[in-house]
């Protein structure tokens, strides 16, 4: 998996914060479908780079890309004020507790001074997503068929094909 999120073009992140993405991800979005093909980090870092990752949290003036700065930051800092150790270097358990903390909206007040962990994690999360959902290599693994473009679909129903489509291997067996 590390290859993958390997920091291949990585210019936006610090180091730090590229350890802290790559640990936060597999523990956000577990997979029992194994890898996906697609560089989470350098894609993440490229959008943050870029200003694809534009517009403002909403209910708040805040940027996007600053409560993802500002967040990966405060995980940092909050990491080492109570475990002494990076969030990339913690146990698996205790990384899976504390995403559970950000997520509940629990964090020190101290370190979290400019937004909230769930402001952070949704933010963080919700742009992730976008990431994923847009490689064509996820879509057959849940269950999307892509898109429409540039036909459409006519035939709705159970075990029914449009005339374009090829056939499946159950209807060969049966022919």
Not at 33 to 47: E, F, K, P, S, T
Not at 139 to 158: C, E, H, L, V
Request: aromatic letters at 14%; one cysteine or more; hydrophobic letters at 35%.
């Amino acid at each position: 998996m590390r290859n993958r999120l390997a920091a291949s073009d990585v210019s936006f992140f610090t180091p730090e914060d590229q350890n802290t993405v790559i640990a936060l991800y597999p523990i956000i979005f577990p997979s029992h479908l194994g890898d996906i093909g697609v560089n989470v980090l350098a894609l993440l870092d490229q959008r943050m780079r870029e200003n694809k990752i534009n517009g403002y949290v909403k209910g708040t003036t805040l940027q996007k890309v600053d409560v993802i700065r500002t967040g990966l930051r405060y995980v940092a800092t909050e990491c080492y004020t109570q475990f002494h150790h990076p969030f990339s270097t913690l146990e698996k358990k205790l990384q899976i507790s504390y995403v559970g903390q950000l997520v509940e909206n629990i964090g020190s007040s101290e370190v979290w001074i400019k937004i909230t962990p769930k402001l952070f994690f949704t933010t963080f999360t919700y742009e992730l997503l976008k990431i994923i959902y847009a490689d064509p290599s996820v879509w057959s693994d849940i269950g999307f068929g892509g898109p429409a473009f540039p036909r459409g679909y006519y035939t709705f129903g159970f075990d029914q094909f449009d005339p374009w489509e090829a056939p499946n291997n159950e209807q060969n067996k049966n022919h």
